[in-house]
């Protein structure tokens, strides 16, 4: 194989991580050209030894020592040797993405049954230890872009936002707020993979939780739930017995005020004397009324006229005398 001259990082995509230079064949004298955003590793026997950064170099034993010592080169040898180049990405790439793949199930217990959860958004990293990044993450192959980094990461990533996720709702988040604790959650679930990442070489720049949602059967249930919630809460706040069967009573007597075939004075004495039998709105109109109707008939029988009557019929059934009837009709008429 001819010997190499010039080792420069020649892949046809700037998505890669890592790209391993074709050849391994080095001549003494070769050039080296790091390009900006660049790191390049040689590695001898799977041990990462010289490392350059950005730059053109000539290849020659002052600045491979690392590697010199390893193949016990002679001083000032200009022997051909044989290593791996490795070529390692330090740019940020911010615009990966993630998504879970199946929902994830939450128990809600604001609602009290589960549901599923699907959330999505992206993240950027860089590589900030190239030799740890290439030895654990990288290891046999020869190339590492985005989507190897994506592929092999999700799944600490998804189990970091679901082991979030089910913390926030045991604590009492309701499922249908949790989308506007999105910084929140997205700060947290940033610190909780960084640890994971720092340990192949790899920092994590941003990460962002775009949304969480739910799909549309299960939402529509919710919602349900909710509106059904809060209407107990406000019918049990009311003014009038602050219990639902109040309002219950209230269509009751609705009911029985449209009914065309009685009285409207006698269906409500009527409604609210059976309501008073199990209801307590209905129990206090029914004694309500009970207490206006002999309010009414005790007013009558007050009126003097009455009183006359009454005592001419005494009179004349033998119950009193004409004295007697003379001095009561007197009293009568002088009370007017």
């Known amino acids: 194989m001819a010997l190499i001259d010039v080792i420069k990082c020649e892949t046809p995509s700037d998505s890669f991580f890592a790209w391993k230079f074709d050849s391994t064949d080095i001549n003494f004298g070769s050039q080296l050209i790091v390009g900006e955003g660049q790191v390049a590793i040689f590695v001898k026997g799977g041990e990462a030894l010289d490392t350059f950064h950005p730059g053109t170099y000539t290849l020659k034993t002052g600045n491979i020592p690392l590697l010199e010592k390893l193949i016990n080169l002679p001083f000032g040898g ?187 004075v006698g269906a409500m004495m009527s409604a609210g004397i059976g309501l008073g039998a199990g209801l307590p709105l209905g129990q206090q109109m029914g004694q309500q009324m009970s207490i206006d109707a002999s309010q009414n008939s005790s007013q009558a029988s007050d009126d003097p006229k009455s009183k006359l009557l009454k005592l001419k019929q005494l009179l004349d059934e033998s119950l009193i005398t004409q004295a007697q009837f003379d001095e009561k009709q007197a009293e009568i008429l002088k009370d007017l």
């Open 78 to 264: 200009d022997t051909p040797y044989s290593a791996e180049v490795w070529f390692i990405s330090t740019t940020i790439k911010r615009d990966l993405k993630w998504g879970t793949a199946t929902p994830i199930p939450l128990l809600d217990k604001s609602i009290g049954f589960p549901v599923s959860l699907r959330a999505f958004g992206k993240w950027g990293i860089r590589i900030d230890d190239p030799r740890a990044f290439l030895l654990q993450f990288v290891g046999s192959q020869s190339y590492a872009d985005d989507k190897k980094i994506v592929d092999y990461l999700i799944g600490e990533i998804i189990q970091k936002i679901s082991d979030l996720l089910a913390e926030k709702i045991r604590e009492g988040m309701p499922v249908l707020e949790i989308n506007a604790e999105l910084n929140e959650l997205s700060n947290e679930t940033r610190l909780n993979i960084s640890d994971e990442f720092n340990k192949y070489g790899i920092e994590v720049i941003n990460y962002n939780i775009e949304n969480i949602n739910i799909p549309n059967d299960e939402l529509s249930k919710i919602q349900d739930v909710y509106i059904k919630t809060f209407e107990a809460k406000e019918l049990s706040n009311t003014e009038l017995t602050k219990s639902y069967a109040a309002i219950k009573s209230f269509e009751v007597l609705g009911d029985a005020a449209n009914n065309s075939s009685d009285g409207g």
